[in-house]
């Protein structure tokens, strides 16, 4: 299983931005899929996270009411947008898969992406 995420870029305050992460290797209906992010010298921190089916999210409660998570089954691919940026959002972000449990465990995810960074300038 190999992962893959882009979408990344350099975007100001306010602004959207929108990740994508595509798996292969088994279908994506396969995972409970999840984003993490980490800064540099902190520990990295759950983010998002979407059900095999689709149907149950779970999201930071720093990025509630702002950040979307959901798949496309078709495409083999989760997305993840990030409305009204913060400079505080600003940290790499990495997809993930699990086929195991349901949480917002980075300890419970066993594939992971090679990470795409997020710079929000104030």
């Known amino acids: 299983v190999q992962l893959q995420a882009s979408g990344g870029g350099l975007v100001q305050t306010g602004d959207s931005l929108r990740l994508s992460c595509a798996i292969s290797g088994r279908p994506i209906t396969s995972y409970i899929m999840g984003w993490f992010r980490q800064v540099p010298g902190k520990e990295r921190e759950f983010v998002a996270a979407v059900s095999w089916s689709g149907t149950n999210t779970n999201y930071a409660d720093s990025v509630k009411g702002r950040f979307i998570v959901w798949k496309d089954d078709a495409e083999n691919t989760m997305h993840l947008q990030m409305n009204s940026l913060k400079p505080e959002d600003t940290a790499i972000y990495y997809c993930?898969?699990?086929?195991?449990?349901?949480?917002?465990?980075?300890?419970?995810?066993?594939?992971w992406g090679q990470g795409t960074l997020v710079t929000v300038s104030s």
């Open positions: 993930a898969a699990s086929d195991r449990t349901w949480g917002t465990d980075e300890r419970s995810f066993d594939y």
